[in-house]
T-cell receptor
Framework: NAGVTQTPKFRVLKTGQSMTLLCAQD?????MYWYRQDPGMGLRLIHY???????AKGEVPDGYNVSRLKKQNFLLGLESAAPSQTSVYFC????????????FGNGTRLTVT | AQSVTQLDSQVPVFEEAPVELRCNYS??????LFWYVQYPNQGLQLLLK??????LVKGINGFEAEFNKSQTSFHLRKPSVHISDTAEYFC???????????FGAGTRLFVKA
């Protein structure tokens, strides 16, 4: 029962470097999401996808890009990392129904120096 | 627009004591309410959800929550907590207008021996 798997678990970047976070789910879910978690702010939605080949902006999309080339994978990219992007990133998936819960990965802790 | 307010950022409590974590929401349409729990260094997992019907909802690990439409609240309760309940708890709301879930800022429950 893998569920939602995120890689890597930890990463340290220098300002201006780029990286890609990978999320994979094995539940055949249509919807996938990327959130960031910062102390005292809960989870904020970065980007989401309602199906293969589609993506949309969430609440805090600036500085990030995403791609969903395969239904099971959702990639989050940082083209030029900034210290403000230091955070814990969570991927989640759901069946897409408005009353369906989210299934989360274990997170990626990113530090930008 | 929807919003979720968790009224306490931290709640310390002694083991075997009862606890209530408070959550208020605002929404102009019908809502679906969730409580998630996050243990250290893990992703969020669903505790319970309210979709419709009985306003008292039972979840995992002995937790329950009561939906109060007139007070727009969805408080989480447990009659007797254990050390293992130490975690961060998030209230969240979804609605029929879309598939995005809005999270509160979280309440850190700390159970002391």
């Amino acid at each position: 029962n893998a569920g939602v798997t995120q890689t890597p678990k930890f990463r340290v970047l220098k300002t201006g470097q780029s990286m890609t976070l990978l999320c994979a789910q094995d539940m055949n879910h249509e919807y996938m999401y990327w959130y960031r978690q910062d102390p005292g702010m809960g989870l904020r939605l970065i980007h989401y996808s309602v199906g293969e080949g589609t993506t949309a902006k969430g609440e805090v999309p600036d500085g990030y890009n995403v791609s969903r080339l395969k239904k099971q994978n959702f990639l989050l990219g940082l083209e030029s990392a900034a210290p403000s992007q230091t955070s814990v990133y969570f991927c989640a998936s759901s069946s897409g129904q408005y009353n369906s819960p989210l299934h989360f990965g274990n997170g990626t802790r990113l530090t930008v120096t | 627009a929807q919003s979720v307010t968790q009224l306490d950022s931290q709640v310390p409590v002694f083991e075997e004591a009862p606890v209530e974590l408070r959550c208020n929401y605002s929404s102009s349409v019908s809502v679906y309410l969730f409580w998630y729990v996050q243990y250290p260094n893990q992703g969020l997992q669903l505790l319970l959800k309210y979709l419709s019907g009985s306003t008292l909802v039972k979840g995992i690990n002995g937790f329950e929550a009561e939906f109060n439409k007139s007070q727009t609240s969805f408080h989480l309760r447990k009659p007797s907590v254990h050390i293992s309940d130490t975690a961060e708890y998030f209230c969240a709301v979804g609605n029929t207008g879309g598939f995005k879930t809005i999270f509160g800022a979280g309440t850190r429950l700390f159970v002391k021996a």
